[in-house]
C-alpha cells in the first residue's frame, strides 16, 4: 500500500500532538501544523493526500485552508475537524469542497474511519477515468 501523506492543522498543540501521534500509528504519514498561514504554506509546496484542519483558528482559518488545498490539487481530500460547528459551517465547508465536517470531541477510531471513507471515494473517483482510457 502506498504511504498516505496527511497534513494535519490545530492551533491547540494538545489536539495536534495527540491527533498526529495516534494517526502516524495507524500507518499515515503525517506532517502537523498550528496555523492556518502554515498550512497554506505546506499545500502550495506539497502534494497532501488528505487535509484535516481545524475550522476556526487565529488569523487564517480553515475555510481558507480548504480553498487553498483544493485549488493547488483538486483531487486533495479535506475533512475538517472542528468545536466550533453549526450547521451553516458544515454547508458551507461542503459547499466549498470539504470531503467530511466532524465536531470535535472526536475518537480517533472515528477520525481513522473518516480518513478511509474518504480516501476510499477518492479512489472510486478515480477508476472511471483510467477505466475509459483502456477502453
Known amino acids: 500500500m502506498a ?3 496527511i497534513l494535519f492543522v490545530d492551533d ?4 495536534r500532538n495527540s491527533f ?18 502554515e498550512a497554506i504554506n505546506e499545500v502550495e509546496k506539497k502534494k497532501y ?19 487553498a488545498a483544493k485549488k493547488n490539487v483538486p483531487q486533495t481530500g479535506v475533512i475538517i475537524l472542528t ?5 451553516q ?13 466532524i465536531l470535535k470531541p472526536c475518537e480517533i477510531e472515528e477520525l481513522v474511519f473518516r480518513i478511509r471513507h474518504c480516501l476510499g471515494k477518492q ?9 475509459n482510457q483502456q477502453i
Request: glycine share 8%; hydrophobic share 45%.
Open 83 to 87: 468545536s466550533f460547528g453549526d450547521m
Open 49 to 67: 493526500d488528505l487535509v484535516i484542519t481545524d475550522l476556526m483558528m487565529p488569523g487564517v482559518d480553515g475555510f481558507a485552508v480548504l480553498k
Open 12 to 15: 491547540e498543540k494538545l489536539i
Open 123 to 131: 479512489n472510486l473517483l478515480q477508476v472511471p477515468a483510467s477505466h
Open 3 to 5: 504511504e498516505i501523506s
Open 89 to 101: 459551517s458544515a454547508i458551507d465547508a461542503l459547499r466549498l469542497g470539504a470531503d467530511d465536517f
Open 20 to 37: 498526529t501521534r495516534e494517526l502516524r500509528t495507524e500507518g499515515f504519514t503525517v506532517t502537523a501544523v498550528a496555523s492556518g498561514s
